[in-house]
């Protein structure tokens, strides 16, 4: 799959425009009611599938989908370039593509400053995907929501703590302010969380997992108590989820609309009581995180 940042990067520098000789047709439609819709194709150079347009054997197959490997057509040269590989060699494909970037350079007087910042933003949605672990969301949240006494595990555990450190010490260019918040709530949800889960940790008999001490049966803190700080830990995982899903929305509008598109937003798993199910939490407009204490507080009343 081509990473947000190469698709960024390609579309920027193509200037949303065929980079076949002489076509030049723009590949972003703005008369939708729907808004910006793509039109254009990203093609690969050289094929990573055997038997596929320009395939070679030997090619590193990380490099399949990097920038480099790519290049920007409409639908109809697309299909052109795939169908006569013996005249649209790798090399001729590498040369149209530097040849239209240079033209877009002279012509279409592109704001390289923006274009920067695109790819920066771009950058930092790759770094948190990976730390906050995307793809296996579903998984590693379900322990925090569905054990009696929430656990994570240490790989996981250390990740959001790097995530904590690298999203505190962005300089945000202040291109997309509500990205940009977007992120900074989903910062504070996850310190919260972060403190929070550390004030009761402990070695789970797993050496691999961090789980919440039963300090009430220590009778260092009250049953009532736990409850409380064990549904905190489970509400603010619902909250990061919540913060989550807005960046991805986020992402869908200033930066590319077909972002996650197959992947969809995170989900949770759903209770136990339900069967197999997840649920899908999304924050209500004009709605947002309320901060630890409200919540906590929000907490106590319902279990008096």
Not at 91 to 100: P, Y
Not at 109 to 119: R, T
Not at 143 to 152: A, D, Q
Not at 237 to 252: D, H, R, S
Request: proline residues 3%.
């Amino acid at each position: 799959m081509v990473s947000l940042l190469n698709r960024t990067t390609l579309w920027g520098r193509a200037a949303n425009r065929c980079s076949f000789p002489d076509c030049g047709i723009e590949l972003t439609d703005n008369s939708l009611s729907s808004g910006i819709v793509s039109i254009g194709e990203v093609a690969h150079i050289i094929s990573g599938q055997k038997g596929g347009p320009r395939y070679v054997s030997d090619y590193n197959s990380d490099l399949i989908n990097s920038y480099e490997n790519l290049i920007l057509l409409c639908r109809n040269h697309h299909k052109l370039i795939d169908s006569d590989v013996s005249k649209f060699s790798a090399e001729e494909l590498r040369k149209m593509k530097s040849d239209h970037e240079k033209l877009v350079i002279e012509k279409f007087q592109v704001d390289d400053v923006k274009q920067k910042n695109i790819e920066y933003y771009a950058i930092v949605v790759e770094k948190w995907e990976i730390l906050g672990n995307l793809s296996g969301w579903l998984s590693w949240t379900e322990w925090l929501i569905l054990n009696r006494l929430p656990k994570i595990s240490k790989p996981q555990w250390n990740k959001l703590n790097e995530l904590h450190r690298y999203l505190d010490s962005r300089q945000w260019p202040k291109m997309y302010p509500d990205l940009e918040s977007a992120f900074q709530q989903f910062n504070n949800v996850l310190e919260d969380f972060l403190n929070e889960f550390d004030i009761w940790v402990c070695e789970d008999p797993d050496e691999n997992y961090l789980i919440t001490t039963a300090l009430y049966r220590k009778q260092v803190k009250t049953a009532r108590e736990q409850d409380v700080h064990d549904i905190l830990i489970c509400e603010l995982t619902e909250e990061l989820t919540k913060c989550a899903n807005q960046i991805i929305g986020e992402v869908q509008k200033n930066l590319f609309n077909g972002y996650r598109i197959e992947e969809g937003i995170v989900l949770l798993r759903g209770y136990p009581a339900d069967g197999i199910s997840y649920r899908k939490l999304e924050y209500l407009p004009g709605k947002s995180y309320l901060g630890l204490r409200e919540i906590e507080s929000l907490i106590k009343k319902r279990i008096t």
